[in-house]
């Protein structure tokens, strides 16, 4: 079962001077949303950069206590070294 197009149909052979122009200018916005969205998608430096600053936050807010003090690192490191090591069994085993 399909969802229905939320994009309303073409003007017919009927439709007025206006309809036209304002399907026209409309299909004009959706390409250039889907030419962006593509763009982005294919920019590899820019992701890797997003997922970079993503992670340098999360690590930011993980050693760090809400009244900005660092927290003890011990946990952190376990933490890492176990996801490393999960990663790396992932990796091995995908490339059997």
Same mark, same amino acid.
Do not use: C, N, Y
């Given at each position: 079962?399909? !969802?229905? +197009?939320p994009?309303?149909?073409?003007p017919?052979?009927?439709?007025? %001077?206006? +309809? %036209?122009?304002? +399907? &026209? @200018?409309e299909?004009? @916005? +959706?390409?250039?949303?889907?030419?962006q969205?593509?763009?982005?998608?294919?920019?590899v430096?820019a992701? !890797?950069?997003?997922? #970079?600053?993503?992670?340098? @936050?999360?690590? /930011?807010?993980?050693?760090?206590? *809400?009244?900005?003090? /660092?927290?003890?690192?011990?946990?952190?490191?376990a &933490?890492? #070294?176990?996801?490393l /090591?999960?990663? #790396?069994?992932?990796?091995?085993? *995908?490339r059997?």
């Open positions: 079962m399909t !969802a229905p +197009d994009t309303p149909p073409e017919g052979p009927e439709a007025s %001077l206006e +309809d %036209l122009q304002a +399907d &026209i @200018e299909t004009r @916005e +959706d390409l250039g949303e889907t030419a969205a593509l763009t982005h998608k294919l920019d430096k992701r !890797a950069g997003d997922a #970079v600053a993503e992670a340098k @936050e999360k690590v /930011v807010e993980t050693t760090t206590t *809400s009244d900005g003090s /660092v927290k003890p690192a011990l946990p952190v490191t &933490i890492a #070294v176990a996801a /090591v999960v990663g #790396v069994f992932f990796w091995r085993r *995908s059997r």
